[in-house]
């Protein structure tokens, strides 16, 4: 914003014609483009729904906080930080008319009277702000949905001068705040929304805040599926135990450890090895159960081992997704999407990473309902038979193998950590095949709607693989 004094200036550079220039004395903004946000905070009403949360002690106030609040938040929105910057801003015609005032009436708050504003807020207030941010959030579904997939991620807000509870942060190398917010992955929103100080740990109430959610969304969507997404600086086992107690399905990042490290060394070393014959980067995964010393029982991690040009790198998730052990150890990614074109009748192509790329064909009709046969994306093909007990070879004609029980455990002696291969799969770490419990048989699943499909026909074969059925 700024008051321009009237002058006039001539210029005589241009032939035949003098040039004067004489600006009028009127009140320019340079903020013009608040005025599309404030219209979309009129549709949604969100500094509304902020204000009524918030109690005015006040007695007949000359400012009303709700022409405060739209103040601080729509100046922040245009880059002016500081309280310092309302002493010009209070001015400023835009301004003026975003909080609902007209560009001649007078002037906005002060920054004297927005600082006491803020200090002003209690405990009790932003309790009732996060509420709000869950409320909105809840009622944001125009029909209930079938799920919902939370992720919880923190930023850095650096901060200058003398705040409360700023700290230097030594991986942002800043003094700063740190922001946790839980959004939504459906529909983008923030869920809750928490100002910690600036050295704080990622997971400081993440359990309280995560029980809060899901048991609004429970409240009013009784069936519906939640899912946890979350990186290693909230591996904590106080938030799996919460996940597993209030029902949400994780995928949670686990700092890799010496343990990790030994059980995917091999893995490691393939993808190394097919990066430098096939010079193309490779990703393949191995998964087992896993025990940390201070876990109350084993969880499946996935590990995630990666070779390409620029060196090699592996990642860890512990899960607790059903979905998450349809995936044999040594088996690249689920479904790849296909590289080249192909009829819609058209299998998908995968890749198994003791294997060349193979294809199996899927009859277009059973296509749509191989995710719920398999409660999670397909995997496949299969190990080679070196991988595979002789009784797990497959059955004749159908390429799928018969289930098998049983369990196989492998611990170091006096270790605090506990590892167990795959149920259904071949060890990771060179132990012997393993079985599980027999579950909905894949080859059952196929079959049945081969028979009950008679457009299937022998030109299109069901499923080929020749690992364990999955459930």
């Known amino acids: 914003m700024s008051l321009h004094d009237v002058w006039k200036l001539c210029f005589s550079f241009f032939r035949g014609k003098q040039v004067s220039v004489e600006p009028a004395e009127e009140n320019i903004s340079t903020d013009a483009g608040l005025l599309i946000l404030r ?4 549709q949604q009403g969100l500094t509304v729904g902020f204000t009524e949360q918030l109690e005015d002690p006040r007695r007949k106030p000359e400012h009303p906080l709700l ?20 002493d010009a801003l209070r001015s400023d015609a835009i301004f003026k008319v975003i909080a609902d005032r007209s560009p001649d009436d007078d002037d906005l708050a002060s920054q004297p009277t927005l600082s006491r504003f803020e200090n002003s807020v209690t405990a009790k207030d932003l309790l009732r702000l996060e509420e709000e941010f869950i409320e909105r959030f809840v009622n944001s ?31 942002y190398d800043q003094y700063q705040y740190l922001v946790r917010a839980i959004t939504c992955a459906e529909n983008d929103m923030v869920v809750l929304p928490v100002l910690l100080f600036g050295t704080a740990d990622p997971s400081l109430g993440v359990v309280t805040d995560l029980e809060r959610v899901v048991t609004r969304l429970r409240e009013k969507f009784p069936d519906v599926l939640i899912r946890l997404r979350a990186d290693s600086g909230f591996a904590r086992p106080a938030l799996y135990e919460a996940c597993e107690r209030l029902r949400v399905e994780y995928s949670i990042g686990l700092g890799m450890n010496q343990v990790l490290k030994r059980q995917s060394e091999e893995l490691l070393e393939l993808a190394v090895k097919q990066q430098e014959s096939t010079g193309e980067p490779q990703r393949l995964f191995t998964a087992f159960d896993y025990q940390a010393s201070t876990w109350s ?102 390429g799928l193998p018969r289930p ?28 012997r095949s393993v079985g599980r419990r027999p579950p909905l048989h894949l080859a059952d699943a196929c079959h049945q709607g081969r028979r009950t499909n008679p457009s299937h026909g022998p030109s299109h074969p069901c499923f080929s693989f020749r690992f364990l059925a999955v459930s």
């Open 141 to 171: 579904f125009a029909e209930p949905p079938r799920e919902i997939t939370l992720d919880i991620d923190v930023f850095d807000d650096p901060t200058h001068g003398d705040q409360q509870l700023t700290f230097f942060h030594g991986f």
């Open 404 to 431: 098998q029980h049983g369990h196989a455990r492998t611990a170091s002696p006096g270790s605090p950590h506990r590892t167990r291969t795959s149920p259904g799969f071949q060890s990771t770490s060179g132990g």
């Open 297 to 398: 029982s084993l969880r499946w991690v996935v590990v995630k081992c990666e070779a390409n040009a620029k060196g090699t790198n592996r990642r860890a998730v512990v899960t607790n997704r059903p979905g998450a052990r349809t995936l044999p150890p040594r088996c690249v990614r689920g479904i790849r999407r296909a590289r080249r074109k192909r009829e819609p009748q058209q299998g998908t192509e995968m890749r198994f990473v003791r294997g060349s790329a193979e294809r199996s064909s899927i009859p277009g009709q059973l296509l749509p309902h191989v995710p719920a046969l398999l409660g999670e994306q397909l995997v496949g093909p299969p190990p080679t038979d070196d991988c595979c007990t002789s009784s797990q070879r497959t059955d004749a004609g159908h």
């Open 39 to 42: 219209q979309f905070d009129e």
């Open 67 to 86: 022409e405060m609040v739209r103040s601080r938040v729509f100046g922040i929105l245009a880059g002016y930080e500081d309280q310092n910057d309302h």
